[in-house]
């Protein structure tokens, strides 16, 4: 600054006035209203949420997810993210894409975040990793484990596989298998609205197998299944194709086919990937696929699976997987032959709607073998 007489004073630095303050042209301090514009641009109005909301939101966001990147994403996006998104709560109520893992992307890190889930108590993780588990990965003690647990909190799904590994004594001999146990299971399924256990449990009992015979309950059984179904396309409004009287049919209404289930499409591909059951590990040798390319369960030994008594050139876990994958392809492709021969010679013959291995038939019972299984 000059002053008149010609002498100079200094210019007070910032740090020498800390109380310098500067005013406006009305003559007011504006420094507190940039004090308090800069106040509010700190405030962080997301992490004054409460860990309750957020969990809600992620929960939602979580039953909601149409595939596992959804939650991938949401763990990506923040630590917090990151650490409420994992929470048991969340991963409880994760969907059923949001489950479906692929085979390619099979890692151990898939497996723990499956793990997770079905420890948080997520009823579709603990089905799809059960499955992956007894079937794929052939670890049976833990893969029926994950299934009863899901199969004890009702799991319709975990019921109806579990009455499949009883009725073919998977993982086990031929003596293993629980027929009475298989029915009981495909009853509670069918219970809950299974429409794969309420044709299987028609089934039985027109056959009588596993439970007293009893024709006109298990006609009733299968027009109900056949009637589910139909409802469950109608809903979806998709067109269908009649037949002639395709209610009474014992494989069900030409109708499209249903969504396979993601632990179904995981072991189709598993297998695909690996050449089958007989390359994709050890004692695999002369072991077969169900016949349905929407079921993906490979024997757990030989001859385990029923055949067709037709022609022979087809096998099936169940007698639900034979009426869909009749109605798909099957129906056109399916030619009389009088005998099978396996792989060393033996005949196989039928016995109680079971394709086993034994000696030749006689001519008789030639006659008076079933048309199908």
């Not at 420094?31 to 992490?47: G, M, T």
């Amino acid at each position: 600054m000059h002053t008149r007489s010609g002498l100079c004073y200094p210019r007070p630095s910032p740090a020498a006035s800390p109380h310098t303050v500067k005013r406006g042209f009305d003559g007011y301090c504006s420094e507190p209203r940039k004090r308090a514009r800069s106040a509010e641009q700190n405030i962080d109005f997301f992490n004054g949420l409460p860990d309750d909301l957020v969990l809600l939101i992620l929960s939602k966001l979580s039953a909601s997810a149409g595939s596992p990147s959804d939650l991938i994403n949401v763990l990506l996006t923040c630590r917090r993210f990151n650490q409420l998104a994992i929470h048991r709560i969340v991963l409880s109520k994760l969907s059923v894409k949001g489950t479906a893992v692929r085979a390619k992307n099979w890692t151990e890190s898939t497996h723990r975040f499956l793990k997770s889930c079905a420890e948080a108590g997520n009823l579709e993780a603990s089905y799809s990793l059960g499955m992956i588990c007894f079937y794929c990965l052939q670890n049976r003690g833990l893969g029926a484990s994950l299934m009863a647990k899901a199969a004890m909190a009702s799991h319709p799904e975990a019921l109806h596989s579990l009455s499949i590994i009883q009725f073919n004594g998977s993982g086990g001999s031929k003596n293993d298998k629980d027929l009475r146990a298989g029915v009981a299971l495909c009853a509670r399924a069918a219970y809950h609205g299974h429409i794969d256990a309420i044709r299987e449990l028609g089934h039985c009992l027109q056959d009588g197998y596993g439970v007293r015979q009893n024709v006109a309950e298990g006609r009733r059984f299968l027009v109900q299944a056949n009637a589910r179904e139909l409802a469950a396309v109608r809903k979806g409004r998709v067109p269908v194709k009649f037949s002639p009287c395709s209610l009474l049919s014992d494989f069900g209404c030409n109708v499209p086919t249903p969504e396979v289930h993601p632990a179904n499409r995981f072991m189709v591909e598993w297998f695909a990937e690996r050449g089958g059951p007989a390359a994709a590990g050890e004692g695999g040798e002369g072991l077969r696929m169900c016949s349905h390319v929407g079921c993906g369960r490979p024997e757990t030994r030989r001859h385990e699976f029923r055949r067709c008594s037709v022609c022979g050139a087809v096998n099936y876990c169940s007698r639900a997987c034979q009426a869909m994958h009749w109605k798909m392809a099957h129906k056109g492709e399916c030619s009389p032959m009088d005998r099978w021969l396996d792989g060393e010679g033996a005949l196989e013959v039928e016995q109680g709607g079971l394709i086993v291995a034994g000696q030749a038939p006689a001519a008789a019972e030639n006659d008076n073998m079933e048309e199908n299984l």
